[in-house]
């Protein structure tokens, strides 16, 4: 199983600032089989970015991802009122799909 | 438009078996993946099981293999998670989520979910 790891637990931020969010996988990703979701309370994830750095339909360009091996980057450029959320990482490399603890982003 | 309807959640004894349902519309079934994410109160996403397009192939999170069964009717539409010898733990909101392929890699699309409580 890959264990992922996110960090910082949580990223108390201000509108318009940068978010900068990690995960780092126990074991190497290939061909960067990572993806990033973001979960409101009370709501469902929505998938943001996959293949560690392709945005989904219709996200915007604020989001985006790097990284690849065992770490991995998300990256909110200019925060607005409705990106503050909880983030979680997704690895599809290893055939037990595994998911990061999170990451909150608070105002 | 992508739509994923849960149902099947509710209260159940520890030991005992519940099975959920997963209606699909708005896109070609049997050309997707589907998976079943959970997650428990106040806590985080877990990764449950997954299946193919076809239903040849399925996949499952080690705590639940022997327990729970992924299962799908492309006629109907329709994924399925059987869950027997249930446990507290297993106790979670159960998302069903659409794949963007046919391997049940990525989420592009996700129920409401449903809630299942394992409790006497």
């Known amino acids: 199983e890959i264990v992922l790891t996110q960090s910082p637990g949580t990223l108390s931020l201000s509108p318009g600032e940068r978010a900068t969010l990690s995960c780092r996988a126990s074991q190497s990703v290939s061909n960067n089989y990572l993806a990033w979701y973001q979960q409101k309370p009370g709501q469902a994830p929505r998938l943001l970015i996959y293949?560690?750095?392709s945005r989904a339909a219709g996200i915007p360009d604020r989001f985006s991802g790097s990284g690849s091996g065992t770490d991995f980057t998300l990256t909110i450029s200019r925060l607005e009122p409705e990106d503050f959320a909880v983030y979680y990482c997704?690895?599809?490399?290893?055939?037990?799909?595994?998911f990061g603890q999170g990451t909150k982003v608070e105002i | 438009e992508v739509q994923l309807l849960e149902s099947g959640g509710g209260l159940v004894q520890p030991g005992g078996s519940l099975g959920l349902s997963c209606a699909a519309s708005g896109f070609t079934f049997s050309s997707y993946g589907m998976t079943w994410v959970r997650q428990a109160p106040g806590k985080g996403l877990e990764w449950v099981s997954g299946i193919s397009g076809g239903g040849s192939s399925t996949y499952y999170v080690d705590s639940v293999k022997g327990r729970f069964t992924i299962s799908r009717d492309n006629s109907k539409s329709t994924v399925y998670l059987q869950m027997n010898s249930l446990r507290a733990e297993d106790t979670a909101i159960y998302y069903c989520?659409?794949?963007?392929?046919?391997?049940?890699?990525?989420?592009?699309?996700w129920g409401q979910g449903t809630l299942v409580t394992v409790s006497s």
């Open positions: 997704q690895q599809y490399d290893n055939s037990a799909r595994t």
């Open positions: 989520a659409k794949a963007r392929t046919n391997m049940p890699k990525v989420f592009d699309s």
């Open positions: 293949g560690a750095s």
